[in-house]
């Protein structure tokens, strides 16, 4: 049967007007019973994340997009975060920037939620429940669009955080799924301006280009990220290895891993091979410059990079690597090739660190540390819905806060304007 997306958007305005009543008490026992019921359910979640596995595997998906979809080995730490949400401090009701001015108006700022948000997303079955519940957190309905390949991992989800709500007598309507793939229904929720209040697309290029063409609703982009490490001359090297392996090889399938390795040329010769011989033990294959692929000397691992790498979000356990004169050509190259997700410097010479600290201008710029932190829940928000790389409202990882938005409150004692 079609879906009736105005109707969806009808139901998710209502029931974020609910929402606005509900008193942070009310919301974190929602939130423990979603997580109990996520629980309680645990397999048939996992029954239904199987099918998709094995489907993505028949349809010839690459294993980074398996290893993004599967739920096997994460839903506790899932559930996990559900009763952590729980626990954080609740933004809605917070005021701020309180003063009175001159003419005896007294001025605040109280933080409201946003309203609906439509989230579209792909892959990552654990976005539905992240998602959930940091809109549930802050006042906020949702309708959520996931990819074709987590439909019935999804629905599992879904039905388990609706037995949750059910439970509190809240409205199930303020986390609703598009329970069908047909492309046409994310287009229709772009178009729902007169229910939807913003759009948080999490996928590749593509995603974000067509939200960003087809919207009219304002859309937060982000999760895209060709992320950079520049190692300069002063660079304590034997740290330096630790870092750029936790970086490329911890979990390569997602946006803050490492693309692109940046080498001062007065230390290539010694560093770069080892990078190579510690980074390959662990299968990762590199695209590098005609400068590195001279210094290792036709390793089997290598290959020369080829127009367009220095542009690729690689997802895998790719990484390019390519020598430097100095700090100016690496600030060049990040400037032309970044997303202005996650670039970093390791380096001893606080010139250089405050030249690329000024010169960067990524979500996250880190100093010495490896770019998978930028994370909500590693920078201390407790959870994030998106990676933000623009400028506008909110940037970098979005966790409860910066779901929100702000209503300005003005007192007086019958005051007229002059």
């Known amino acids: 049967m079609p879906i009736d997306m105005i109707e969806l958007g009808k139901a998710a305005k209502a029931a974020s007007l609910q ?87 007294k001025i605040k700022k109280r933080r409201v939620p946003i309203g609906v948000l439509g989230v579209i997303y792909e892959s990552r079955p654990n976005v539905t429940v992240d998602v959930a519940a940091l809109a549930f957190k802050t006042g906020n309905a949702v309708i959520l669009r996931g990819g074709s390949e987590t439909l019935n991992s999804n629905i599992a989800l879904i039905d388990a955080i609706h037995q949750g709500l059910r439970q509190i007598g809240v409205s199930t309507q303020s986390i609703q799924l598009i329970r069908d793939t047909d492309r046409r229904y994310v287009k229709e929720l772009l ?14 290029n593509s995603l974000h280009q067509f939200c960003r063409q087809e919207s009219t609703i304002p859309v937060i982009t982000g999760g895209i990220g060709i992320c ?57 294959q590199f695209r590098v410059d005609e400068d590195a692929a001279a210094i290792l000397n036709g390793h089997e691992c290598v ?31 990040i400037q032309a090739h970044s997303t ?8 001893t010479n606080p010139d250089a660190m405050m030249r690329f600290l000024n010169e960067i201008d990524s979500a996250a710029v880190y100093i010495n ?5 930028t994370d909500g829940g590693q920078l201390g928000l407790g959870a994030e819905i998106a990676v933000s790389t623009q400028k506008v409202h909110a940037r970098g990882p979005m966790g409860l806060v ?17």
């Open 369 to 373: 540390a490896s770019t998978r932190f």
């Open 340 to 347: 202005n997700h996650s670039d970093g410097i390791l380096t």
């Open 228 to 284: 950079h490490l520049y190692v300069d001359e002063t660079a304590d090297l034997q740290a330096a290895i630790p870092v750029i392996h936790n970086a490329k090889v911890q979990r390569p399938s997602v946006c803050n891993a490492l693309d692109t390795l940046l080498v001062n040329r007065a230390i290539a010769e010694a560093f770069i091979p080892q990078v190579v011989a510690r980074l390959a033990e662990d299968g990762v």
């Open 19 to 105: 929402l606005r009543q509900l008193d942070t008490e009310t919301k974190n026992n929602a939130l423990l019973a979603i997580a109990e019921s996520l629980e309680k359910n645990r397999e048939s979640i996992l029954e239904a994340n199987q099918l998709d596995i094995q489907a993505a595997r028949e349809n010839g998906l690459s294993e980074a997009l398996i290893d993004r979809l599967n739920l096997q080995k994460r839903l506790n730490g899932v559930i996990t975060d559900v009763r952590h949400v729980a626990t954080l401090p609740d933004p809605i009701g917070v005021e701020f920037e309180q003063r009175t001015l001159p003419n005896g108006l």
């Open 191 to 204: 178009r729902l301006s007169d229910y939807v209040d913003l759009i948080i697309p999490r996928g590749g």
């Open 402 to 418: 910066e779901l929100t938005s702000y209503k300005w409150i003005i007192i007086g004692d019958n005051h007229i304007r002059e």
């Open 303 to 333: 290959q020369l990079a080829q127009e367009g790498d220095w542009d690729t979000e690689w997802l895998s356990l790719i990484l390019g690597i390519r020598i430097v004169d100095n700090l100016d050509e690496a600030i060049e190259h």
